[in-house]
């Protein structure tokens, strides 16, 4: 009677799964912190604005002595969102597309 037994190489470690996988997983690294830098964080400060009382800000805003502070108060009021990754010249962005774009380029060398 033969038998037919599977036999499952281990040469097919954790590591070399790693070494197939990473560019998809940079790839889905880079999407994420772009969502939450170009879309979730404005759509936050949009409707963080919404529910601000104007009167109630402004009579805040005359109860501050100092100008510098009232300044900088008031730069809240009217402020827009920065995205964190434009920040430096976008050099995140630069470096994340150099990359993936190299990876994909050297490939399955």
Not at 28 to 43: A, G
């Amino acid at each position: 009677m033969v038998s037919s037994h599977i036999c499952f190489s281990s040469t097919y470690s954790s590591s070399n799964v790693m070494k197939d996988k990473w560019r998809f997983a940079a790839l889905v690294v880079y999407l994420v912190i772009c969502v939450y830098d170009f879309m979730l964080v404005p759509i936050y400060y949009g409707i963080a604005r919404m529910g601000l009382d104007l009167a109630d800000y402004m009579s805040h805003l005359q109860s501050i002595e100092d100008p510098l502070v009232q300044m900088e108060y008031l730069k809240k009021l009217v402020s827009q969102h920065e995205p964190f990754t434009l920040k430096g010249g976008g050099l995140f962005h630069l470096s994340f597309g150099a990359i993936l774009t190299a990876s994909t380029l050297g490939g399955n060398k």
